[in-house]
């Protein structure tokens, strides 16, 4: 199930109420929790998508996970997406929100792929070199390590992509290998 019209409306609606009670700051700290644990427990959005579990014994799952770790206004929303069937489109909601409150407050999210952990240092390093390329200067980075990189960096952000890996390094020479151009030429 893929709804991004649905995930939009809630996330926006969700947006314009703690506007409103000026909890936007407390509810997108929720949001990037739940979000976290969605992307930490592939078992608990199955959970949130089964449809042979009942919506009450859901409402109760998510009640224990979320205990003591979100705000009133989110826990309530929470509810909200239970009653009304609509809690499978939980994880899209939480992403759609983060994003359109990244677009209100003009914050730019940068991925960074590498093989090892980064340093502190160089996480700045890299923010600062964005920042002084390109017009964005709310930038929140996001790390990731990924070992089949082998060695170098990969760059996301605003739909670009700059690939330093090693392993594209290794495609790529595979690939003019396989192409055998050199052997074409002698025949």
């Given at each position: 199930?893929?709804?991004?019209?649905?995930?939009?409306?809630?996330?926006?609606?969700?947006?314009?109420?703690?506007?409103?009670?000026?909890?936007?700051?407390?509810?997108?700290?929720?949001?990037?929790?739940?979000?976290?644990?969605?992307?930490?427990?592939?078992?608990?959005?199955?959970?949130?998508?089964?449809?042979?579990?009942?919506a009450n014994k859901k409402g109760?799952?998510?009640?224990?996970?979320?205990?003591?770790?979100?705000?009133?206004?989110?826990?309530?929303?929470?509810r909200l997406m239970v009653n009304?069937?609509?809690?499978?489109?939980?994880?899209?909601?939480?992403?759609?929100?983060?994003?359109?409150?990244?677009?209100?407050?003009?914050?730019?999210?940068?991925?960074?792929?590498?093989?090892?952990?980064?340093?502190?240092?160089?996480?700045?390093?890299?923010?600062?070199?964005?920042?002084?390329?390109?017009?964005?200067?709310?930038?929140?980075?996001?790390?990731?390590?990924?070992?089949?990189?082998?060695?170098?960096?990969?760059?996301?952000?605003?739909?670009?992509?700059?690939?330093?890996?090693?392993?594209?390094?290794?495609?790529?020479?595979?690939?003019?290998?396989?192409?055998?151009?050199?052997?074409?030429?002698?025949?």
């Amino acid at each position: 199930m893929h709804n991004p019209r649905l995930a939009g409306r809630y996330a926006k609606s969700l947006i314009d109420l703690s506007t409103e009670k000026n909890l936007l700051e407390e509810v997108y700290e929720d949001m990037k929790y739940l979000q976290a644990v969605c992307k930490s427990s592939r078992d608990f959005v199955n959970l949130l998508k089964s449809p042979i579990i009942k919506a009450n014994k859901k409402g109760q799952i998510l009640e224990a996970v979320t205990n003591g770790k979100i705000s009133d206004l989110t826990r309530t929303f929470n509810r909200l997406m239970v009653n009304k069937g609509r809690e499978a489109f939980l994880p899209e909601v939480v992403d759609a929100f983060i994003d359109d409150y990244n677009k209100l407050k003009n914050i730019h999210r940068i991925k960074l792929s590498t093989a090892h952990a980064v340093s502190e240092e160089l996480k700045e390093s890299i923010i600062s070199k964005v920042r002084s390329t390109t017009p964005m200067q709310n930038i929140e980075l996001e790390t990731v390590v990924n070992e089949r990189l082998i060695g170098g960096f990969v760059l996301e952000f605003n739909n670009n992509l700059v690939d330093a890996s090693i392993l594209r390094d290794l495609k790529d020479i595979k690939k003019q290998f396989q192409d055998n151009s050199y052997i074409h030429q002698i025949r």
